[in-house]
T-cell receptor, first 117, second 113 residues
Framework: ETGVTQTPRHLVMGMTNKKSLKCEQHLGHNAMYWYKQSAKKPLELMFVYNFKEQTENNSVPSRFSPECPNSSHLFLHLHTLQPEDSALYLC????????????????FGPGTRLTVL | AQSVTQLDSHVSVSEGTPVLLRCNYSSSYSPSLFWYVQHPNKGLQLLLKYTSAATLVKGINGFEAEFKKSETSFHLTKPSAHMSDAAEYFCVVSDDYGQNFVFGPGTRLSVLP
């Protein structure tokens, strides 16, 4: 048990559907992240939330909309996706330590495997 | 800006033989470095991390990595491969604030019987 859970584990959706991915962490962390892992490509950081505030958006298309209602929960709302958005979406969290040299690490959930038809 | 290079996209070893997965990085800061493993259909798991303490870092499952600043390398090794080690391995560098993590492209390790 990593302390970071993601639901659903698998999702198949059409291009006109609206769905949401959910992430929950039980580690008392203050920072949460969404990553995209596509086949044969490096992990791509999508969004970063620190103390519920979005601090980074890595040029992600607007059809992906994150939401962080509290420091334990993170959502990724999906709308009118494209087939190329099919990938494994990973959520992670870390204890934010702003001390100059961080020794922190990220803890990842198992991911949601998304298929867009 | 940081970057990570994993020189081998695929490494194949026989069971019981040593494993070497190579990683080189570039960073403007004193970096923190990590190795993660991802088994099929599972999430990422932290193997080990370097955070400016001892340069030889020991991790789980018999893995270790050595930080060599002069070579900007952080290669992952294991003396004897096991079948359960077959997975994808990612080298990661982070900045001083622990907020920006840059992942390498990954190395797929195959272990042959």
């Amino acid at each position: 048990e990593t302390g970071v859970t993601q639901t659903p584990r698998h999702l198949v959706m059409g291009m006109t559907n609206k769905k949401s991915l959910k992430c929950e962490q039980h580690l008392g962390h203050n920072a949460m992240y969404w990553y995209k892992q596509s086949a044969k490509k490096p992990l791509e950081l999508m969004f970063v939330y620190n103390f519920k505030e979005q601090t980074e958006n890595n040029s992600v298309p607007s059809r992906f909309s994150p939401e962080c209602p509290n420091s334990s929960h993170l959502f990724l709302h999906l709308h009118t996706l494209q087939p190329e958005d099919s990938a494994l979406y990973l959520c992670a969290s870390s204890q934010e330590e702003f001390q100059g040299t961080s020794t922190d690490t990220q803890y990842f959930g198992p991911g949601t495997r998304l298929t867009v038809l | 800006a940081q970057s990570v290079t994993q020189l081998d996209s695929h490494v194949s070893v026989s069971e019981g033989t040593p494993v070497l997965l190579r990683c080189n990085y570039s960073s403007s800061y004193s970096p923190s470095l990590f190795w993660y493993v991802q088994h099929p259909n599972k999430g990422l798991q932290l193997l080990l991390k370097y955070t400016s303490a001892a340069t030889l870092v020991k991790g789980i499952n018999g893995f270790e990595a050595e930080f060599k600043k002069s070579e900007t390398s952080f290669h992952l090794t294991k003396p004897s491969a096991h079948m359960s080690d077959a997975a994808e391995y990612f080298c990661v560098v982070s900045d001083d604030y622990g907020q920006n993590f840059v992942f390498g492209p990954g190395t797929r390790l195959s272990v042959l019987p």
